[in-house]
């Protein structure tokens, strides 16, 4: 199995800035993109941002210009850097990965437990 676990989230003031980190471990081959979702109350769970193993990122453009995501992809991990976080920013944050767990697995996207971030205003 993969298991990924996430840190960093938390309580911060609008304007401030929060850097989340994702690593996973366990039986993995390959990973083709690791990419952090979030999921407000009351919401459907949405794509923040996602980097592939190559280096190109993504974003939603509610976080673009604000939100910069990074990996090393050697060890498995992604991060996360919140800067001018909003009160609509406040969700529960997920690390997902899309990977394999041998040279013959079919590539599948597993997901972390989440941590939680709350801008107040």
């Known amino acids: 199995q993969v298991q990924l676990v996430e840190s960093g989230g938390g309580l911060v003031q609008a304007g401030g800035s929060l850097r989340l980190s994702c690593a996973a471990s366990?039986?993995?081959?390959?990973?083709?993109?690791m990419d952090w979702y979030r999921q407000a109350p009351g919401k459907q769970r949405e794509l923040v941002a996602s980097i592939i193993s190559g280096g190109i990122t993504n974003y939603a453009d509610s976080v673009k210009g604000r939100f910069t995501i990074s990996s090393d992809f050697a060890k498995n991990t992604v991060y996360l850097q919140m800067n001018s976080l909003k009160p609509e920013d406040t969700a529960v944050y997920y690390c997902?990965?899309?990977?394999?767990?041998?040279?013959?697995?079919?590539?599948?996207?597993?997901w972390g437990q989440g941590t939680q971030v709350t801008v107040s205003s």
């Open positions: 366990g039986s993995i081959f390959s990973i083709n993109s």
């Open positions: 997902t990965t899309n990977a394999k767990r041998y040279s013959g697995d079919v590539a599948r996207r597993y």
